[in-house]
């Protein structure tokens, strides 16, 4: 099963407004992370925004925040008065932290929304 | 500040040649090293990752191997590429068990013909 879904493949937006990107995951971890990266076409990973599974507020970074809902195991990804600039692959990503066995195991990734903002 | 070197950008390999990618760390020290590898239009998918000097750990059977021969270096090779080894390599590093500052390098795009 997977463990981080993003089921939006692409999205178009008009630029100045707002943008959703949908993430869930599944874990049965009790600690855990989770993040959301932005890849332009470049290819470079740009870390956007992280929430902590204890964490009590929902994480903001400027214009983005994290809309995280535990119980519905969902940590969407908003993005305030969208701008040109932020077309790209947005991925979000998981880090479980009780079961990884005291290594340091690497991210989850889920498969990316391809986010493109319209003039 | 902490920086990450990645090289080389892209690559273009004939079948069976053999790959070295280099990662090298700066600014910071005994960190966790990642080679992920996305495939086009898919996510990022772990291949090693290393808690320390010659201490590398395998997430799936494949062609690639890594090695960690300093601190701050990272290396994924192959003896013989295939075709399949194709896709966007990157590097990353982390510091701490639970640090969530995961860098990555600017990646390597290997074409493999």
């Known amino acids: 099963a997977q463990k981080i879904t993003q089921t939006q493949p692409g999205m178009f937006v008009q630029e100045k407004e707002a943008v959703t990107l949908d993430c869930t995951y599944d874990?049965?971890?009790?600690?855990?992370?989770l993040f959301w990266y932005k890849q332009p076409s470049s290819g470079e990973m740009i870390f956007l925004i992280y929430q902590g599974s204890y964490d009590q507020q929902n994480a903001t970074e400027g214009r983005y925040s994290l809309n995280f809902q535990k119980a519905r195991k969902s940590a969407n990804l908003v993005i305030s008065a969208s701008q040109l600039g932020d077309s790209a692959m947005y991925f979000c990503a998981m880090r479980e932290f009780q079961y990884s066995g005291g290594g340091a195991d690497g991210l989850t990734f889920g498969k990316g929304t391809h986010l493109i903002i319209q003039p | 500040s902490q920086t990450i070197h990645q090289w080389p950008a892209t690559l273009v390999q004939p079948v069976g040649s053999p790959l070295s990618l280099e990662c090298t760390v700066e600014g910071t020290s005994n960190p966790n090293l990642y080679w992920y590898r996305q495939a086009a239009g898919r996510g990022l998918q772990l291949l090693f990752y290393s808690i320390g000097i010659d201490q590398i750990s395998s997430e799936v059977p494949q062609n690639l191997s890594a090695s960690r021969p300093q601190d701050r270096q990272f290396i994924l090779s192959s003896k013989k590429l295939l075709l399949s080894d194709s896709g966007f390599y990157l590097c990353a590093w982390s510091v701490g068990r639970q640090g969530y500052g995961y860098t990555f390098g600017s990646g390597t795009r290997l074409t493999v013909v």
């Open positions: 874990t049965s971890d009790p600690s855990y992370g």
